[in-house]
Nanobody, 124 residues
Framework: QVQLVESGGGLVQAGGSLRLSCAASGLTVSRYRMGWFRQGPGKEREFVGTISLTGGRTDYGDSVKGRFTISRDNAKNTVYLQMNSLKPEDTGVYYC?????????????????WGQGTQVTVSS
């Protein structure tokens, strides 16, 4: 049974940092492209970034480029999202997900298994 569990969210002041973790079971993260998405209050789920199957390439949404970094620890079977220079508009529930292998990697419909999400709140 595939399970993705996010953790590391919380309340942080603007300009601060958080590192989110996505621990996987039932799948090996090094065998899949993995993605991070977020959903702010009253907003649609938004692409944050993705890490390739090999781990050699990452891509990010325009709103987080230069501030967020995705990495992976194969030994721990965990994907991370390092978030720096946080802004109030980064507030939302953050989800990790497994890419199906088809479709655009920035589209939610291209991912099949999702975690339950972790809340990030950035105060001004």
């Amino acid at each position: 049974q595939v399970q993705l569990v996010e953790s590391g969210g919380g309340l942080v002041q603007a300009g601060g940092s958080l590192r989110l973790s996505c621990a996987a079971s039932g799948l090996t993260v090094s065998r899949y492209r993995m993605g991070w998405f977020r959903q702010g209050p009253g907003k649609e789920r938004e692409f944050v970034g993705t890490i390739s199957l090999t781990g050699g390439r990452t891509d990010y949404g325009d709103s987080v480029k230069g501030r967020f970094t995705i990495s992976r620890d194969n030994a721990k079977n965990t994907v991370y999202l390092q978030m720096n220079s946080l802004k109030p508009e980064d507030t939302g529930v953050y989800y990790c997900a497994r890419y199906t292998g088809g479709g655009a990697y920035y589209s939610t419909s291209s991912y099949d298994f999702w975690g339950q999400g972790t809340q990030v709140t950035v105060s001004s």
